[in-house]
């Protein structure tokens, strides 16, 4: 079945300090690709769609300068957590579209097992 | 996750069943879904169902669908210790973005 990696799994940062996650795509390719954030005991909240070659949409509320994201090709995007400070502190979860799933109709994602980030 | 809702946890004894209920508010999805989270961990998808379905049945897991209440269930039968996790409903809005509700969190007693 689909496959999505996400590296890596536990980072820990000083504050002021940017911190990368790769998210990808093992084998299959994905125009597509999600980045969700996850509280503690909470749902996932969607802060931005990753579009293969063109600029991520980012959800209302979240900064596009701060969390920055690249999808330069069909299976790796990644999400730069720009001047970290502890309030960014989070679980990052990414998940991506099995392109092959699209012609059946249903909008299955596949998840990575998540990164999380801690702040110091 | 405010726009779909799950009771927020769900204690089960091994061998029993285990509903979990969730109810969305957008009437134009077209499929809803079921995730599994275990700790520490990413979700895993269980099952999903088309709009214009009321069941889905795969294995330990049956799916009740009411359109008209935008009610949605996930029913596990002979529930197990590793069936302890978050499960999460989500609802596929325009875009294909999916929303998910806050999670109900499932402990099973041995």
């Known amino acids: 079945g689909a496959v999505v990696s996400q590296h890596p799994s536990r980072v820990i940062c000083k504050s002021g300090t940017s911190v990368k996650i790769e998210c990808r795509s093992l084998?299959?390719?994905?125009?597509?690709m999600f980045w969700y954030r996850q509280f503690p005991k909470q749902s996932l909240m969607l802060m931005a769609t990753s579009n293969e070659g063109s600029k991520a949409t980012y959800e209302q509320g979240v900064e596009k300068d701060k969390f920055l994201i690249n999808h330069a090709s069909l299976t790796l995007s990644t999400l730069t957590v720009t001047s970290a400070h502890p309030e960014d502190s989070s679980f990052y979860i990414c998940?991506?579209?099995?392109?092959?799933?699209?012609?059946?109709?249903?909008?299955?994602?596949?998840f990575g097992a998540g990164s999380r980030l801690t702040v110091l | 996750g405010e726009d779909v809702e799950q009771s927020l946890f769900l204690s089960v004894r091994e061998g029993d069943s285990s509903v979990i209920n969730c109810t969305y508010t957008?009437?134009?999805?077209?499929?809803l879904y079921w995730y599994k989270q275990e700790p520490g961990a990413g979700l895993q998808l269980l099952t999903y169902i088309f709009s214009n379905m009321d069941m889905k049945q795969d294995q330990r897991l049956t799916v009740l669908l009411n359109k008209k209440d935008k009610h949605l269930s996930l029913r596990i039968a002979d529930t197990q210790t590793g069936d302890s996790a978050i499960y999460f409903c989500a609802e596929s809005r325009y875009g294909n973005k999916l929303v998910f509700g806050a999670g109900t969190i499932l402990r099973v007693k041995s």
């Open positions: 084998d299959f390719q994905a125009t597509t």
């Open positions: 957008d009437s134009s999805s077209t499929y």
């Open positions: 998940s991506a579209r099995d392109q092959g799933q699209l012609r059946s109709g249903a909008n299955v994602l596949t």
